[in-house]
């Protein structure tokens, strides 16, 4: 488990970047594999659940994931949203109920966590390479901005992700970048 020295100030904030270890899944899925989308046996993916709502304290069965889709969709869970499974077809989460744990999965995509610390709001962003083209991290900041947030009282970070290193482009992937960021 990873913790961001950033986030860390705040103390009634609770966040984790969890990675392979310690998970129950074996073969291929040897990791803390959570996606319920895979092929790995479910029960193994539940004890995972367990072993995480432990780390940060929270029954595993309260944590809402995403069913991620390399979008720009999120979800505002507030007080007035009903969760009946905690499963959402997006690529960010949003909250600022209280107690509230949210998630998403990576592999080499890129999780970013926002906090308004004046706010009480948290975000939790899947941004793979489509979702920050189609600008998944822009809308969550716009939105949170108009839900009262203030650039002053936010604290993003970056969690373990792929590297230029280890993640070569071609020059029409480039381009694609380039010409949204014209517009």
């Not at 509230?100 to 962003?125: E, N, Q, S, W, Y």
């Amino acid at each position: 488990m990873i913790k961001s020295r950033k986030l860390s100030k705040f103390k009634d904030l609770k966040h984790a970047f969890f990675n392979r270890l310690g998970g129950k899944s074996t073969g291929i899925y040897k990791s803390l594999n959570l996606s319920l989308r895979s092929s790995d046996q479910k029960n193994n993916i539940f004890k995972n659940l367990i072993t995480v709502g432990k780390t940060i304290k929270f029954n595993s069965k309260k944590i809402i994931l995403l069913n991620q889709i390399h979008s720009n969709k999120f979800y505002y869970i507030d007080k007035n949203l009903k969760i009946n499974n905690n499963r959402f077809n997006g690529d960010a989460l949003i909250t600022n109920r209280p107690n509230t744990p949210i998630g998403i999965l990576t592999a080499d995509c890129a999780p970013v966590l926002i906090f308004d610390k004046k706010k009480r709001m948290v975000a939790a962003i899947h941004a793979g390479w489509k979702g920050a083209l189609k600008g998944i991290i822009y809308k969550v900041i716009k939105f949170m901005l108009k839900k009262g947030c203030s650039a002053e009282n936010i604290t993003a970070v970056i969690g373990p992700c792929i590297s230029l290193k280890n993640y070569q482009v071609k020059q029409d992937f480039i381009k694609k970048f380039i010409k949204k960021d014209r517009n």
